[in-house]
């Protein structure tokens, strides 16, 4: 079955340490999205890609990074920067990124969690 | 202004009740609307896309109104499996990137 898949579901980082989140799709969209959800909050866009080796940041991209190296995979790094990264992280994509009418996929989300 | 603004609720209706939320938006070049449909802890999935003319999708209506810059979701014959989240989802004109709404949360009870 086509998808988007993410992980891990769950991650756990300590003082100072970058973790990275893994974002892969299975449905040859061109266009891909990361997205950070609080609790009680609508989705903040931190990054998005519409096309291999490109990437534009979104509304809250400071103490991330990304990279698009193959179609299919889009990696979020928290770095150490992000002094608040506790939150739901979810990935998205979409066919294209030209259409007014495409809408998101998105993958299952990782929790990410400060020890 | 925020650029989508929705009722957070919750609201808590019976079921079988009709139940109707609202989404205002402020860009009024925007072109596509979406409601999408959040359960706890998990990700959002699409419930329908908002056409100018309306769409019906079983118990789901969406309708979209320019000239007051909103649109509607109404469920009727509500279940309990239809208690969610549910997020209003605008492009904004001149762009490719969705505007998220905060959500509005709905409980139905037995």
Known sequence: DGGITQSPKYLFRKEGQ???LSCEQNLNHDAMYWYRQDPGQGLRLIYYSQIVNDFQKGDIAEGYSVSREK?????????SAQKNPTAFYLCASSTSSGGS???QYFGPGTRLLVL | RKEVEQDPGPFNVPEGAT?????TYSNSASQSFFWYRQDCRKEPKLLMSVYSSG??????????????QYISLLIRDSKLSDSATYLCVVIPGGSYIPTFGRGTSLIVHP
């Open chain 2, 19 to 23: 139940v109707a939320f609202n989404c």
């Open chain 1, 18 to 20: 970058n973790v990275t």
């Open chain 2, 55 to 68: 769409n019906e999708d079983g118990r789901f209506t969406a309708q979209l109104n320019r000239a007051s």
């Open chain 1, 71 to 79: 179609k299919e995979s889009f990696p979020l790094t928290v770095t």
């Open chain 1, 101 to 103: 009418r495409e809408t």
